[in-house]
Structure formats: C-alpha cells, structure tokens
C-alpha cells in the first residue's frame, strides 16, 4: 500500500549483526537506547556509537536476544 512503511520493532538489550565489520573486527552490537537514533555498543571491543534508525535498518543482517537480559 501507498504511504506505509515498515519499521522492524527494535527493543533495547538485543543484539545485531551488520553488513560490514567494525574495525576490530567485531560484527555485533548491542542495543542501549532505542528510538529515531540508535545508541549501541560493539560487542568486541566496547566502542559505543549512535546511528539513525534508517541507517540501521539497512545495515542490519540479523537480530537475536541478549544471552544475558539483566545486563544492558
């Protein structure tokens, strides 16, 4: 249909993997804040960044739960 999108419903505390690897070599990342920006952390070396959510739709290959849901 005309005029609806889709956004993929994110929630904070998962984990994604991305197209490219970070320079370390890490390629997933942990979700600290959800919303029209996405706060993250890499999963390897602890390097946070923020990306907008569109960007993130994009990059993103997969989404898993955290294997721990107490630490986020």
């Known amino acids: 249909m005309q005029g609806q999108f889709f956004l993929y419903p994110y929630q904070e505390g998962q984990i994604v993997t991305m197209k490219k690897n970070h320079p370390c070599g890490g390629k997933k990342w942990k979700l600290l804040r959800v919303g029209a920006e996405v706060l993250m952390v890499c999963e390897t070396c602890g390097h946070k ?3 907008k959510r569109s960007a993130l739709e994009k990059a993103c ?3 898993e739960e955290s294997q721990d849901p107490q630490k986020i």
Do not use: G, L
């Open 49 to 51: 960044m923020s990306m």
């Open 61 to 63: 290959t997969k989404v």
